[in-house]
Structures are given as C-alpha cells and as structure tokens.
C-alpha cells in the first residue's frame, strides 16, 4: 500500500527542483549525481527517492514546470491583450517584459532547459519540444500582427528565434546588479524591435 502524500510534499518537491536547477546549472547533469544533490539538499539520498524515482524524473519534473510556465506566460498575455485591447506592438513589448522577468528569477531552469532537455527520454524530450515550438508559434504570429510589414510568412520563424537569440542568453552575461537590469534590457529590446524592425527592407 502506498504511503499517502504529506500536505508539503509539492512545497517540498519545488525546493528540490530549485536546489536541482542549481547544481545542474554548475556542474553539469550528467554530473550532478543524485548523492551530491541529496548532499545540496541537507538530506539523505533515500528520503531525495522518495519524492523522484530517479535523476532523469527530477529533470522531466523541472522542464516540465518551467515549460508549462513559459507557456502559461504567453497565453496570459494573449488573454490581457483581448481585456485591455492591447494594440498588436504592446503585446509583444509585454511577451518581452515578462519573459526577462521570469529569466531573472528562473536563470538555472533555463540553462536546464537550454543545455539538458537531451538527456530526456525520447517521450519527455518530445513534449518539451512540442511547449518551445507552441511558444515561438505563438510570438511569431504575434510579431507578424504587430510589424506585418515585416515579418511575412517566409522570415516569420527566423525573425522571431532572432526575437529569442536576443533575449534567451541573457543569463551569461547580464547581471541585474550592474548598470543594466532586466527591465532596462527588456527596453532596449523593445527599442530595438520598433527601431530595427520598422525600419528594415523585407
């Protein structure tokens, strides 16, 4: 019989994602053992088991919550775009804001999810990959209502995965405690999207 969840058992799997990100983030995956993240954690490997099965469950786990997260974020804009009657460019601006918002806060999920989705099995990898391609779906036919003189049909993915370039890498060398914080890039990117893209030849 199965033992009964205790009332912090997600509060408890959410630290151990957290503290799991980090390790991943330092030294790698394949070389974040499940003793050293046990040791991270102040706790025993047996009881690291009971909440994750395995290291690959604990990295499903974490991609799987952080992708959902992105898209939850992009859905959540598209739904304020239609209550507040956002125009087309306000809402990409807004995708921009909050995605560096949320890589601020969440720096070692991405870097999970950028350099570790690989050791996924087939399955899992398939449905990280299928939440990326739904989210730059989304802000590609986002920037095609916003900047239709630009971003057609042929250059929409390419336009907005150089969108992503732009804002994806932030975590290997912005540091919000210098002279450019995330919200002052988040400006500068928007600047760039109606400087640039208004004012490039298709």
């Known amino acids: ?7 912090s058992h997600d ?8 503290v799991a990100a980090k390790c991943f983030a330092a030294s790698s995956y394949p070389a974040a053992s499940m003793s050293a993240l046990a040791e991270a954690l102040g706790t025993s490997k047996a009881r690291l088991y009971h909440y994750y099965d395995s290291k690959q469950a604990i990295l499903y786990d974490l991609l799987d919550r952080y992708t959902q997260l992105l898209v939850n974020l992009i859905q959540d804009v598209q739904v304020q775009s239609e209550q507040d009657q956002l125009s087309a460019k306000d809402a990409v601006h807004t995708v921009v804001k909050r995605f560096l918002q949320t890589y601020e806060s969440s720096a070692t999920r991405h870097i999970a999810l950028l350099h570790s989705s690989q050791f996924l099995s087939p399955i899992q990898r398939t449905m990280v990959v299928q939440r990326q391609r739904h989210v730059v779906n989304a802000l590609g036919d986002m920037l095609a209502n916003a900047y239709p003189e630009r971003v057609r049909p042929h250059n929409k993915i390419a336009l907005t995965m150089m969108l992503f370039g732009m804002i994806n890498w932030t975590f290997t060398w912005l540091r919000p405690q210098g002279s450019l914080s995330y919200d002052a890039f988040a400006q500068e990117v928007i600047a760039t999207l109606e400087n640039g893209f208004t004012s490039a030849t298709a």
Not at 1 to 7: C, E, G, L, V
Not at 11 to 18: A, G, N, T, V
Request: overall charge positive; proline content about 7%; charged content about 45%.
């Open 1 to 7: 019989m199965a033992r009964p969840k205790s009332a």
């Open 11 to 18: 509060l408890k799997r959410e630290e151990i994602l957290d």
